[in-house]
């Protein structure tokens, strides 16, 4: 069974920064690209960041040049570094994967972490 | 970068009725459209892939179609589990963007 587990999340000020994590597991991980979505209070859903089996990474231009996605295979692991935080990166952050190395929807979603910007 | 746009934002409907929802890309997608469902507090739910395809244990109530720029996600019947907010995907691009949701409430 594919599982996704987002951590990492909290309270942090406007300029700082946190580092997100999703574990996965039931999958051969490396062979599939990973994304983060992200969900602002009461609003949309909106892609964030995605990084394919060998490491090429893609970011949505809301926040390039401030995250960085990046994968440990060895951990079945993906990572999002959030700098430079804006009240406007408040979001719940998911992991999604998509269903194989052709198609970019997402088959699996974890559960969700949120961040919160606010001094 | 190709945007989304859904509508309605907002539908307000009765179970047993048949409910269409449309999403429009501003270029051509081909059919590389995908729906999701989403309920309060949850992930959302892969519902419909490649403007058509039923995802498994997707009920056949629901159907997509379409292609270029113009889509469709309809319900033929409503029922009580399908309150919730739809939003339409495109991944034609790298850049993959959703549609502004369209919540479908009694």
């Known amino acids: 069974e594919v599982q996704l587990w987002e951590s990492g999340g909290g309270l942090v000020q406007p300029g700082g920064s946190l580092r997100l994590s999703c574990a996965a597991s039931?999958?051969?991980?490396?062979?599939?690209?990973m994304n983060w979505v992200r969900q602002a209070p009461g609003k949309g859903l909106e892609w964030v960041s995605g990084i394919s089996g060998s490491g090429d990474s893609t970011y949505a231009d809301s926040v390039k040049g401030r995250f960085t996605i990046s994968r440990d295979n060895s951990k079945n692991t993906v990572y999002l570094q959030t700098n430079s935080l804006r009240a406007e990166d408040t979001a719940i952050y998911y992991c999604a994967k998509p269903p194989d190395v052709y198609n970019n929807y997402f088959d699996y979603w974890g559960q969700g972490t949120l961040v919160t910007v606010s001094s | 970068d190709i945007q989304m746009t859904q509508s309605p934002s907002t539908l307000s409907a009765s179970v047993g009725d048949r409910v269409t929802i449309t999403c429009r890309a501003s270029q051509s997608i081909s059919r590389l459209l995908a729906w999701y469902q989403q309920k309060p507090g949850k992930a959302p739910k892969l519902l419909i892939y490649k403007a058509s395809t039923l995802e498994t244990g997707v009920p056949s109530r629901f159907s997509g179609s379409g292609s270029g720029t113009e889509f469709t996600l309809t319900i033929s019947s409503l029922q009580p589990d399908d309150f919730a907010t739809y939003y339409c995907?495109?991944?034609?691009?790298?850049?993959?963007?959703f549609g502004q949701g369209t919540k479908v409430d009694i």
């Open positions: 039931g999958f051969t991980f490396r062979n599939y690209a």
């Open positions: 995907q495109q991944f034609n691009t790298f850049s993959r963007t």
